[in-house]
């Protein structure tokens, strides 16, 4: 199974940028990182991916490092809403579609 | 369109039930899921449907038992479940050529007495 590493908590004022990092050191070269959240008692939400590039949506940032084994994602003004469990996941090659969620971090952005 | 939906959000069965759970979207995905999370912990996969057709089982036990009539629905038929069963059920879709970009339903929530 696909393991990544990630805090289990972490705090955030409101406003403020909020970083979650994650290790993903067992990744393969053509395996994506993918981020989701879950915000209490709702389904799973997509949030952004990336294979080597940074990238950028309207939700976040991802940053990849150089060498792949780890990631962060960005939200650049965190606000009460976002609020939620994050995961980092990795998936690709003969596994894509398959997401082995792991234990993620509970972000919890204060007022 | 981009709602995944799901019925019941909730239910309550007991060991001797039959009982379905049923999912749709409307997205013109060809990929759609189950997931199973207990309280407080991560979702886990507990199958794959592509095309309609069943291309991953995560070993789950045959009490639990999928269907994909159509592309736009899926089911998840249930019987003799154990009181352990008792969980949050998601469902989820994606584009075949980005599985890895999935829409989760909100989720039915079962209790199994």
């Known amino acids: 199974d696909a393991k990544t590493t990630q805090p289990p908590s972490m705090d955030c004022a409101e406003g403020r940028a909020a970083n979650l990092p994650c290790n993903h050191s067992t990744i393969s070269g053509n395996e994506y990182v993918y981020w989701y959240r879950q915000i209490h008692s709702q389904g799973p939400q997509y949030i952004i991916h990336?294979?080597?590039n940074n990238e950028t949506n309207e939700m976040a940032s991802l940053i990849i490092t150089e060498d792949r084994k780890s990631s962060t994602l960005i939200l650049p003004h965190a606000t009460l809403r976002d609020t939620a469990v994050y995961y980092c996941i990795y998936a690709g090659g003969t596994s894509y579609g398959k997401l082995t969620f792991g234990q993620g971090t509970i972000l919890t952005v204060h007022p | 369109d981009t709602e995944v939906t799901q019925t019941p959000k909730h239910l309550v069965m007991g060991m001797t039930n039959k009982k379905s759970l049923k999912c749709e979207q409307h997205m013109g995905h060809r990929a759609m899921y189950w997931y199973k999370q207990k309280a407080k912990k991560p979702p886990e996969l507990m199958f794959v449907?592509?095309?309609?057709?069943?291309?991953i089982n995560e070993s789950v036990p045959s009490r639990f038992s999928p269907e994909c009539p159509n592309s736009s629905l899926l089911n998840l038929h249930l019987h003799a479940l154990q009181p352990e069963d008792s969980a949050l059920y998601l469902c989820?879709?994606?584009?075949?050529?980005?599985?890895?970009?999935?829409?989760f339903g909100p989720g039915t929530r079962l209790l199994v007495l």
């Open positions: 990336g294979l080597k």
């Open positions: 989820a879709s994606s584009q075949d050529r980005t599985p890895g970009t999935q829409y």
């Open positions: 449907y592509s095309y309609e057709k069943l291309s």
